[in-house]
């Protein structure tokens, strides 16, 4: 499977990585309209994430920052925000 | 109203395996391994301490997998008809012994010393979206047992009279012999279910290692491989996606020999990304709970395209039939009717009982049967939605949002996701106030609330399209927009139980 001929949208929809950028890109990513989704959602219980959006997510993730993630470090993300930090924090990483 | 009971025909097998080699390893688990000598005690005494209900029934609704299978040898022992209880079954408002009873007609339930083989009574979402409890007997799934080994016989050296005799539970020490071939088979299917069921009887009934897992945990499956030595398993698909993720490029799995998908659709590039980091041969199979297990199976070291896009050649006993086409011309997928011996004999919905035809049961599924005798699936005749292994129902979701002040008509369809060999499931509404239409959000936290399935895009129409009939159908321009932004899924996909 080739994450980038899946989830090229996903890596445009979150180039950018401002926390409003990036809840603009899930929104877009997921069907949701503008301005839906706020930095405080939890994934499961406010957004009803289930089992194949997670996957989703992980593969969108993924193939921005350009490594596999270990999907446990993901474990402790519930919020939008939380995830926007792991990935913020990924990035600057690989740039270093 | 209690009985006399007496062993059950799987309970008599599973005693001559456990006396036969009682320090053999039974089940395996991260928590700890049991031999069948254990096994035979742990399960003799709890069959015992359960001797004394008052009703021919016992429910098995033990939460640990470990526990679990002790119940159901406990339950084979015991002669007792066993209900296994789930989520499903108690979304279906029949949970309780009392509700289930009063479904099934006295000759199916039976009162008095009993003639009869002892009932299984599994919880599905089946192929209507529907809860639905699906009432087989110890003999039918006997004969399931006989389907599943057939898929070895020719490693096993097995003739038509063994198969018959395994299917008719009176398989001897010889037969004994050639099924025990040091197997150490994981379920990735909680044991609840017909394919968890089916694991099951393939290991403890020929004196095999079943490994057992929290199929809800990746992780945990994929360290149980490598600390269990598993040698064989089965997963539903997204449950594969996950493992993937979650072993990265990872190391080889050295004692996995092979992988059968199951749950849903298999992605043929899946598959072949799943043999290649986990170094076993991956096979997928059709079946379904009212059919016993599986009917159909790709056969091991067969050429990949064929294991990948085929659902496999029909297991010997078991007859396909395709309905005959519209027109002389028409060559395209037709809906399936299978007929097995391990059939249900009915189903119980809505708190009532319906007796299933005893020779052939449709499936709702369309196919084909290609040059190699193989069968190809094409998806269902019918609206229901397949996304993370479960059947849903898009009517159900309908029903709940036409409820809503909001929404004037709404039509839910599943389109193809992302991840192939998923759905999505997309509502068009026709919103009361276009100036201030619903939201996603806003269903979401609705469907929630009221413990439905979610539905992942929303279309605001000013009207639903129509077909000639009157009848709402799915925008023409949804599958083209959505497929703009997925890959397509692929027209030839497996389909196994949920």
Known sequence: ?96 | MSSTRCISASGQLFREVATRWPDAIAIASLAGDLSYGDLLRDAHHRAAGSSEASDDWWTLDQAEPMDLAVEVVAGWLSGRDLLFESPLSMSAGETGLASLALALPPDVSGVGPKDRSPLRVFYTSGTTGTPKGVVHTDASLLAGLALTVSVQAELLSLSLEDLQAIRSGQYDSRTWDRLRIGIRLLSGMSLRTISGYTILQRTLLTGETLVIVDTTDHRSINATLDRCHVTSMSIPGIVAQRMLIDRGTGNTVTSLMAAGFGGGPVDPRLAERFEDVFGCEVAVGYGMTELGGPVAMSMPGAPSDLRWTTVGKPLPGVRLRLEEPASISDEGPRALSVSSPAMAIGVVERGAFRRLDAEWFSTGDSGLIDENGALRLHGRTSRVVIRGGRCIDPERLEAYLRTDPAVVSVRVDGVPSRLQGEEDLVAMVVPQNPGAPPTLRDFRASLRNAGLEQIHRLQLVASLPSTADGASSMAPGLHAAQSSVSRPIEKDLGDQDA
């Not at chain 1, 979150?14 to 959602?41: K, M, N, V």
Request: charged share 25%; glycine share 8%.
């Open chain 1, 1 to 96: 499977m080739n994450p980038v001929e899946i989830h090229a949208e996903g890596q445009a929809a979150i180039a950018g990585i401002t926390l409003a950028e990036f809840c603009r890109g899930l929104e877009s990513y997921f069907g949701f309209g503008p301005f839906e989704i706020d930095p405080d959602d939890e994934l499961a219980a406010d957004l009803g994430f289930d089992s194949v959006m997670y996957v989703e997510l992980v593969l969108m993730l993924e193939e921005a920052a350009g490594h596999t993630l270990s999907e446990q470090a993901l474990d402790s993300l519930r919020t939008v925000d939380d995830v926007w930090l792991f990935f913020r924090e990924m990035l600057l990483a690989a740039k270093l």
